[in-house]
């Protein structure tokens, strides 16, 4: 009997090895196709950089919510291979996000995206649980502390977690498995500009919340769907970068956020900078390298893509690079885009930057079966 039993222990052992050659991301109850995405977003460093776009499938510039239409594929003819979504706005209840996309349709965009191969990343813009204005509400600092275990707005907090946790246990595909996705939560955590950022907080306040949030969605809610991202603003040493960081068990993905403002010779400068130093925290951490956002906002230059981006994406490895929303015109004199769409003046160039054997669009991550065991 105990021979038997002995025997099992080893069959079992002897497949999980051999189903596996896999390590496990940060959370060690990941389904298997989150265990998968892990490990092939890995092995995909050295394919080459796969290219995405925030809100790609539900509007660009000058349309929205047209069936299938993306301004890229209006472009290159095929879609990102990374789609990227936002929640601000979901704690609240409220049916549509702060850039007015309906949480329903978010739902189809996701589920078509990762039917077709694509990577899907999540961030959240949440209010400021203490004062109830946006995310942008830097006032007053306690925010952290109101919202931690024996603060003022823990249930609160708790509450909204528990609706964030709700949405990504709706993530399923045809077969009713769960949809793996990138949450990228507390984006830019080095800058100022959110209550959860820079100045508005100590760095063990933002980490302590990074962990409390992981462990809530994760334990309590019994989320298992995600690989977690931690991205910085533009930073200028290691120190700096890992600051605020929460740890290795906290993160899967390393990454950061740049956009240009300046000359493209200061731009290469700083992005190769960043991600040099970025390549060497994540093989020191074992991490995923990406691009977690990037823009030139309105795209002045024709020739940015092959004569500023790519030299750049193609000297570093980086999974993923994600252009920011093509929001179009928002109001008079105020319009945002970060990819061309038809007609616009870098859209050849952008041609040209897709053609590179190292730029991956959906149907190159498609051939790489990102969520398939290998
Ligand atoms: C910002 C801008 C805003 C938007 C916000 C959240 O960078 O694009 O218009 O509301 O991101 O997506």
Redesign the pocket.
Known sequence: MRKAVLFFVLIISIERNALAQTALPCDKHATQETINLYNNLKRSLDRGVMLGH?DDLAYGVGWKYEDGRSDIKDIVGDYPAVMGF?L?RIELDHPVN??SVPFDKMRGFIKTAYAHGSVITISW?LNNPLTGKTAWDLSPKQTIASILPGGEKNALYNSWLDKVAAFFLSLKDAKGEYIPIIFRPFHELNGSWFWWGGKNCTPDEIKHLYQYTESYLRDTTAVHNLLYAFNTDKFYSADEYLERFPGDDYTDVLGFDIYQRNSNDEFMKDANNMLSMLDSISFAHNKIPALTEFGYANLPDSMWWTNVLLPVLKSHKVAYALA??N?GV?KIDDT?FYMPYKGQASANNFILFCNDEKILLQQDAAKEKLYQTH
Request: glycine share 10%; proline share 0%; net charge negative.
């Open positions: 925030q936002e601000g702060l850039d813009h920011w929303r929001a928002k945002e």
